[in-house]
Structure formats: structure tokens, C-alpha cells
């Protein structure tokens, strides 16, 4: 059925790659996950539904998080759409959308080139003193910006509470003024 070298690319694509790839063509998952229209990424359409009825059916799992993250192991990356960080309904779903330079529509052959991202590895029990630092460092000057702008917020919030009472005096003294003209009209034409 398959020639040789098809056999060998086959065999070197990691199972996770060759069943997203196989799920993403398959016509039945293609109201929860599909290819773009250009072919050079996918989309996840409601992934509530898509880890219910459709994981479950490749892998043995229904998490959406531990395919996200096998995704991310393998170099796939989330293309931001325009609406996010914008307010949205409650039945507004979000569509996620993942991209690698090596997952197209009709080139498998390029799923052999897609490789697993290699952990850095670090002797155990060996703490990195200088990023331990460096963090803290990064925290205080977070830390101090934080407070400088909390500072910054507390001047103006007294700022605009003196200006709100200013006006509130203004307000009533010319609301005297007013009844007193009112007064004395109601006076003279009363």
C-alpha cells in the first residue's frame, strides 16, 4: 500500500503529529477543528466541545490543556486573533488557532521535520543562584514601579476629591444665590 520511503517518513512521525494531522482532515471533526483557508494553520472552534467529542476519539485523554501543551512541545504556536483581550459574551466561544511552519494541508511529508523541543537540562539539585537573583531584582524594580504608580494614583485621587468638594461648595453657593434672586422676584411680582 505504501512505498518504501513513504513507510520510513511514516515511521519517524511521532503518533501525536500523525493523528492531529489525520484530525484535522477528518471531514466528520470539521464543525470543532479545521485548516484555515490558506492551509497553513488550524483552528480549534469550541474547544469545550472539541476535548468532549473528539480527543477522547484519538487519544486517551479529553484534555484540552495536555493538547495544548503537546502542541507547544512540538514547536506549534497560538496565532492571536484581533477580538482578544476585547470583552466578549458569555456565549461568545473562543476559536483557537495554532500555527507550525511544517503542518500544512496536503504535505504530510512535512510532518517528519517537526520535532519535539528538547528540555534543557540541569544537574539535579543544582540551584541557579544568578536567575534566583536576577529574579528578585526584576520583582523589587517591579515592586517599586508598582508602588511609585500606586503613589502617583493616591496624589491625583486627593487631587479630584478637592475639586469634587470646590465644586460642591461652588454648586451650593450658587444655589443660594439663585433662591435668594428667586426670593426677591417673588417679591416684587408676587
Same mark, same amino acid.
Given at each position: 500500500?505504501? =512505498? $518504501?520511503? =513513504?513507510?520510513?517518513?511514516? &515511521?519517524?512521525?511521532?503518533? @501525536?503529529?500523525?493523528?492531529?494531522? /489525520?484530525?484535522?482532515?477528518?471531514?466528520?471533526?470539521?464543525?470543532?477543528?479545521?485548516? =484555515? $483557508?490558506?492551509? #497553513?494553520?488550524?483552528?480549534? %472552534? #469550541?474547544?469545550?466541545?472539541?476535548? &468532549?467529542?473528539? !480527543?477522547?476519539?484519538?487519544?486517551?485523554?479529553?484534555?484540552?490543556?495536555? @493538547?495544548?501543551?503537546? !502542541?507547544?512541545?512540538?514547536?506549534?504556536?497560538?496565532?492571536?486573533?484581533?477580538?482578544?483581550?476585547?470583552?466578549?459574551? *458569555?456565549? #461568545?466561544?473562543?476559536?483557537?488557532?495554532?500555527?507550525?511552519?511544517? @503542518?500544512?494541508?496536503?504535505?504530510?511529508? !512535512?510532518?517528519? %521535520?517537526?520535532?519535539?523541543?528538547?528540555?534543557?537540562?540541569?544537574?539535579?539539585?543544582? !540551584? #541557579?543562584?544568578?536567575?534566583?537573583?536576577?529574579?528578585?531584582?526584576?520583582?523589587? &524594580?517591579?515592586?517599586?514601579?508598582?508602588?511609585?504608580?500606586?503613589? /502617583? %494614583?493616591?496624589?491625583?485621587?486627593?487631587?479630584?476629591?478637592? *475639586?469634587?468638594?470646590?465644586? &460642591?461648595?461652588?454648586?451650593?453657593?450658587?444655589? $443660594?444665590?439663585?433662591?435668594?434672586?428667586?426670593?426677591?422676584?417673588?417679591?416684587?411680582?408676587?
Amino acid at each position: 500500500m505504501y =512505498s $518504501d520511503e =513513504s513507510r520510513v517518513s511514516r &515511521r519517524v512521525v511521532p503518533a @501525536f503529529l500523525q493523528k492531529l494531522y /489525520e484530525m484535522v482532515n477528518d471531514p466528520s471533526n470539521q464543525g470543532l477543528i479545521r485548516w =484555515s $483557508d490558506a492551509g #497553513d494553520s488550524f483552528y480549534v %472552534l #469550541d474547544h469545550e466541545r472539541f476535548a &468532549r467529542e473528539v !480527543l477522547g476519539r484519538w487519544f486517551k485523554h479529553q484534555n484540552f490543556s495536555s @493538547f495544548v501543551r503537546q !502542541l507547544n512541545m512540538y514547536g506549534f504556536h497560538k496565532i492571536p486573533h484581533l477580538q482578544q483581550g476585547v470583552l466578549k459574551s *458569555e456565549s #461568545d466561544t473562543e476559536h483557537w488557532n495554532f500555527e507550525h511552519p511544517s @503542518f500544512r494541508r496536503g504535505q504530510p511529508d !512535512l510532518l517528519c %521535520l517537526i520535532q519535539r523541543k528538547k528540555q534543557a537540562a540541569q544537574p539535579t539539585g543544582v !540551584l #541557579d543562584v544568578s536567575s534566583i537573583v536576577n529574579g528578585i531584582a526584576a520583582v523589587k &524594580r517591579h515592586q517599586a514601579t508598582i508602588s511609585s504608580e500606586l503613589s /502617583e %494614583l493616591k496624589a491625583s485621587n486627593e487631587h479630584l476629591w478637592q *475639586e469634587a468638594l470646590a465644586a &460642591r461648595e461652588r454648586h451650593k453657593k450658587h444655589q $443660594d444665590t439663585i433662591n435668594r434672586i428667586l426670593k426677591f422676584l417673588a417679591g416684587v411680582f408676587g
